[in-house]
């Protein structure tokens, strides 16, 4: 066994136990050329040591980052920290796109309920105008947010009470997205108004333009997809309210 101690090895089943995988699963990276025992010992016992604890980790934690096992394979004895960094902010990047599109996908079905809710019996057409209304009021936020449409649009300064007042009512009307308040309840009129109060959608725009140049100047990078996605949906439930208790008042 060569230097090293055999009270310092560990058999598959107990290399298994002190990491919390099964021991197929070690038989399979061994397949795979992935984990080697470190020497194996009488009868053929294939026996690890400490550094294949470590090497077992590695793969786990990239594993679950989603990088595959080729990708494991060929990243093997690079630097540590640069892989792991590497690994970590292409998880978040994918896990940001995957964040935005269920925003979106969530507002669709919130708008779809509020439509079932009023009408009289499913009308297919009329489901699929209503998605159709969603994607683009999706398109119209995404594109203020990020700018394109607010061409010598005035930046407003923001007291510190006014940014109170929006950072509050962006998470009370997540809030209540989350509970499954539709626009036309109660609630989300209470939420309305205080948008209204604080100078509605041209005024949302406008703030969240100069966060958003903040952002990209600033010394840290924000996912734009994933913050632009909550900002849009959460705007776009303001305005249908809104929308809803102006009609009503009309009325």
Same mark, same amino acid.
Request: hydrophobic share 35%.
């Given at each position: 066994m060569g230097e090293q101690s055999s009270q310092d090895l560990m058999t598959v089943g107990?290399?298994?136990?002190?990491?919390?995988?099964?021991?197929?699963?070690?038989?399979?990276?061994?397949?795979?050329?992935?984990?080697?025992?470190?020497?194996?010992?009488?009868?053929n016992l294939r026996l690890y040591s400490s550094s294949d604890v470590d090497r077992l980790n590695r793969i786990i934690t #990239?594993?679950? #980052?989603?990088? =595959?096992?080729?990708?494991?394979?060929?990243?093997?004895? =690079?630097?540590?920290?640069?892989?792991?960094?590497?690994?970590?902010?292409?998880?978040?990047?994918?896990?940001?796109?995957? =964040?935005?599109?269920? #925003?979106?996908?969530?507002?669709?079905?919130? =708008?779809?309920?509020?439509? #079932?809710?009023?009408a009289d019996h499913v009308d297919w057409s009329e489901s699929a105008s209503a998605v159709g209304s969603v994607r683009d009021r999706e398109d119209m936020l995404w594109s203020a947010i990020t700018g394109e449409s607010l061409e010598g649009c005035p930046i407003p300064e923001l007291s510190r009470e006014e940014v109170i007042c929006w950072h509050q009512l962006m998470g009370d009307t997540i809030?209540?997205?989350?509970?499954?308040?539709?626009a036309t309840d109660e609630r989300a009129r209470a939420l309305a108004i205080r948008f209204s109060s604080l100078g509605g959608m041209p005024h949302a725009l406008a703030g969240l333009k100069r966060?958003?140049?903040?952002?990209?100047?600033?010394?840290?990078?924000?996912?734009?997809?994933?913050?632009?996605?909550?900002?849009?949906?959460?705007?776009?439930?303001?305005?249908?309210?809104?929308?809803?208790s102006r009609s009503d008042t009309r009325e």
């Open positions: 107990e290399l298994a136990s002190r990491v919390g995988v099964t021991v197929r699963t070690i038989q399979y990276y061994d397949q795979r050329g992935l984990l080697h025992p470190t020497c194996k010992g009488e009868q #990239l594993k679950y #980052l989603g990088l =595959s096992l080729s990708q494991i394979q060929e990243g093997e004895g =690079s630097d540590p920290d640069g892989e792991l960094t590497g690994a970590l902010a292409e998880r978040e990047a994918e896990l940001e796109r995957e =964040s935005a599109r269920i #925003l979106r996908d969530m507002n669709a079905l919130q =708008s779809l309920r509020a439509h #079932l809710a009023v809030e209540a997205m989350h509970d499954g308040v539709l966060l958003a140049n903040q952002r990209s100047s600033g010394p840290k990078q924000y996912g734009r997809d994933f913050y632009a996605g909550i900002q849009r949906r959460t705007l776009s439930f303001l305005q249908d309210a809104l929308d809803c």
